[in-house]
Nanobody, 117 residues
Framework: QVQLVESGGGLVQPGGSLRLSCAAS????????MGWYRQAPGKQRELVAR???????NYVDSVKGRFTISRDNAKNTVYLRMNSLKPEDTAVYYC???????????WGQGTQVTVSS
């Protein structure tokens, strides 16, 4: 089994910053990609940022230039640095790991990010 444990969410004022972390543990086949999704109330879950093996990270347009995803392969951990946060970034953020062939998705429990003054 694969477990994903997220941390780093919270309440922040507009323009502020947060860093999310997600550590994977358990029996993990080859990791194909790790990333972050988010779901705001009344909206569908959307991809925020994703990092694969050897490729450049990709981001949803709304966070480009503000968010940075990074990965520590030795620790099986993925990070999301979020700067210049906006109220529209408010959502539950979920960590995702895709591993093995043809690829199995695993999800974290979610961490709340609230941007409000």
């Amino acid at each position: 089994q694969v477990q994903l444990v997220e941390s780093g969410g919270g309440l922040v004022q507009p323009g502020g910053s947060l860093r999310l972390s997600c550590a994977a543990s358990g029996t993990i086949a080859r990791i194909n990609a790790m990333g972050w999704y988010r779901q705001a109330p009344g909206k569908q879950r959307e991809l925020v940022a994703r990092i694969t093996n050897g490729d450049s990270p990709n981001y949803v347009d709304s966070v480009k230039g503000r968010f940075t995803i990074s990965r520590d392969n030795a620790k099986n951990t993925v990070y999301l640095r979020m700067n210049s946060l906006k109220p529209e970034d408010t959502a539950v953020y979920y960590c995702n790991l895709n591993s093995g062939w043809p690829g199995t998705d695993y999800w974290g429990q979610g961490t709340q990010v609230t941007v409000s003054s």
